[in-house]
């Protein structure tokens, strides 16, 4: 059993940066790639960025690529993403899940999930 807490949201004006943080439990962390994805309202839940189990591969949507990076601390059970240049778009509740099978890039390849944390973007 993984246990996920997201934290690190909020209101934030366009062109401003937050960092979002992923606290996991479980002695398997490590082993696992971690990705982040949102949710927009009337918007099905899209993928933002992955992070392989050891943090030396990462993915990112084109949406968020040379904006966002997705980063890892093992020691500290912890994944995070900083995300800079914020758009009004960027707006969604944003969830940290941990990966079980199959494509890094698809919310069916995660089992566990966290409860997610808001971030609203404003012009």
């Known amino acids: 059993q993984v246990q996920l807490v997201e934290s690190g949201g909020g209101l934030v004006q366009a062109g401003d940066s937050l960092r979002l943080s992923c606290a996991a439990s479980?002695?398997?962390?490590?082993?696992?790639?971690m990705g982040w994805f949102r949710q927009a309202p009337g918007k099905e839940r899209e993928f933002v960025a992955a992070?392989?189990?050891?943090?030396?591969?990462?993915y990112y949507a084109d949406s968020v690529k040379g904006r966002f990076t997705i980063a890892r601390d093992n020691a500290k059970n912890t994944v995070y993403l900083q995300m800079n240049s914020l758009k009004p778009e960027d707006t969604a509740v944003y969830y940290c899940?941990?990966?079980?099978?199959?494509?890094?890039?698809?919310?069916?390849?995660?089992?566990?999930w966290g409860q997610g944390t808001q971030v609203t973007v404003s012009s």
């Open positions: 479980g002695r398997t962390f490590s082993s696992r790639a």
């Open positions: 899940a941990s990966h079980n099978d199959g494509s890094i890039y698809a919310d069916t390849s995660y089992n566990y």
């Open positions: 992070i392989s189990g050891g943090g030396r591969s990462t």
